[in-house]
Nanobody, 125 residues
Framework: QVQVVESGGDLVQPGGSLRLSCEASGFAVDDYAVTWFRQAPGKEREGLLCISRSDGPTYYADSVKGRFTISRDNAKNMVYLQMQSLKPEDTAVYYC??????????????????WGQGTLVTVTT
């Protein structure tokens, strides 16, 4: 059974950094694409970054380029989202997800993917 569990969310000041973790089970993170997305209160889900089996990271959101990076640890079966220069508008619940597919396709992920409960990131003074 495919399962992902997000962790690492916290309250952080603007300009701060945070690393979110995604623990995967039921699949290998180096086999399939894994995506991070977020949802702020009252807003739609926003795709952020995806890491696939063979390609480099795919950025879905221009707003996080240069600030967020995605990586994985195959031995631990984990995927990480490193966030820097955080802004109040980054406040949201962050999710990692997979649709057990090859390549990063946002629409396919939303239609058939699996994600966890999310982890809350709050950026405020």
């Amino acid at each position: 059974q495919v399962q992902v569990v997000e962790s690492g969310g916290d309250l952080v000041q603007p300009g701060g950094s945070l690393r979110l973790s995604c623990e995967a089970s039921g699949f290998a993170v180096d086999d399939y694409a894994v995506t991070w997305f977020r949802q702020a209160p009252g807003k739609e889900r926003e795709g952020l970054l995806c890491i696939s089996r063979s390609d480099g990271p795919t950025y879905y959101a221009d707003s996080v380029k240069g600030r967020f990076t995605i990586s994985r640890d195959n031995a631990k079966n984990m995927v990480y989202l490193q966030m820097q220069s955080l802004k109040p508008e980054d406040t949201a619940v962050y999710y990692c997800a997979t649709d057990q597919g090859y390549g990063c396709y946002w629409n396919r992920l939303i239609a058939s993917g699996s994600w966890g409960q999310g982890t809350l990131v709050t950026v405020t003074t």
